[in-house]
Nanobody, 124 residues
Framework: QLQIVESGGGLVQTGGSLRLSCVAS????????LGWFRQVPGKEREKVAC????????NYADSVKGRFTISRDNSKNTVYLQMNSLKTEDTAVYYC?????????????????RGQGTQVTVSS
């Protein structure tokens, strides 16, 4: 059974850090570009970061550049999102998603290849 599970969310104060993890079961993430997305109720979903299959190409939303880092460990079938200098506007549900069919850091989120999300709340 194909499954993606995010973890590591929680409540943190402004300026703090969190590390999100996303692990897959039932398939290998090494064949997929991997991305982190976030969603706030009433707002459009935002693509936060994306990493290609080999891990040597990444891209980030302007809102998180210099603060967030995406990385992957294919041996652990896991992708990470290190979030530093968190701001209240980073509060959202964060989702991990896998994208097939590309060698580039191109990420889309589909229902078939995403997790259920993990809540990140940044308090002032």
């Amino acid at each position: 059974q194909l499954q993606i599970v995010e973890s590591g969310g929680g409540l943190v104060q402004t300026g703090g850090s969190l590390r999100l993890s996303c692990v897959a079961s039932g398939f290998s993430l090494e064949y997929y570009a991997l991305g982190w997305f976030r969603q706030v109720p009433g707002k459009e979903r935002e693509k936060v970061a994306c990493i290609n299959r080999s891990g040597d190409s990444t891209n980030y939303a302007d809102s998180v550049k210099g603060r967030f880092t995406i990385s992957r460990d294919n041996s652990k079938n896991t992708v990470y999102l290190q979030m530093n200098s968190l701001k209240t506007e980073d509060t959202a549900v964060y989702y991990c998603a896998a994208t097939a069919g590309t060698d580039q850091a191109i990420c889309v989120m589909t229902d078939a290849y995403r997790g259920q999300g993990t809540q990140v709340t940044v308090s002032s």
